[in-house]
C-alpha cells in the first residue's frame, strides 16, 4: 500500500515538474497548485473521516443508533451526532 501511494505521490510530482516546463509561468503555477490542493483535501477528508470513526467506536459490535433513527438522520445530522458522541467519549 505505501508504495503505490508513493508512486502515486512520485508519479504527481513528475507531471507538475513537466507542466511547469511546458507551460507560461502563472498557468505552469495553477496546474501544479490544483493537484496539491486536491491530494490535501482527499488525505485532509480521509484522516478526518478516519479519526471520527475511531473516536466515536463506530467499529464496535453494538449498533450506536438504532436503525429507526439512523434511518431518518441526514448524512449531516449523522455527522454531526457522531462527532458529538466522539467529543463527548
Known amino acids: 500500500a505505501r508504495l503505490v501511494i508513493t508512486s502515486i505521490y512520485l508519479f504527481a510530482g513528475w ?6 516546463i511546458l507551460l507560461p509561468d502563472i498557468w505552469a503555477f495553477v496546474v501544479a497548485l490544483v493537484p496539491v490542493v486536491l491530494i490535501g483535501y482527499i488525505v485532509g477528508l480521509y484522516s478526518i473521516l478516519g479519526r471520527l470513526i475511531i473516536y466515536s467506536k463506530g467499529m464496535r ?21 457522531l462527532a458529538k458522541k466522539a467529543l463527548s467519549q
Open 15 to 20: 507531471l507538475m515538474m513537466f507542466m511547469a
Open 61 to 81: 459490535h453494538r449498533e450506536i443508533f438504532t436503525e429507526d433513527v439512523h434511518n431518518t438522520m441526514t448524512p449531516r445530522r449523522l455527522s454531526e451526532e
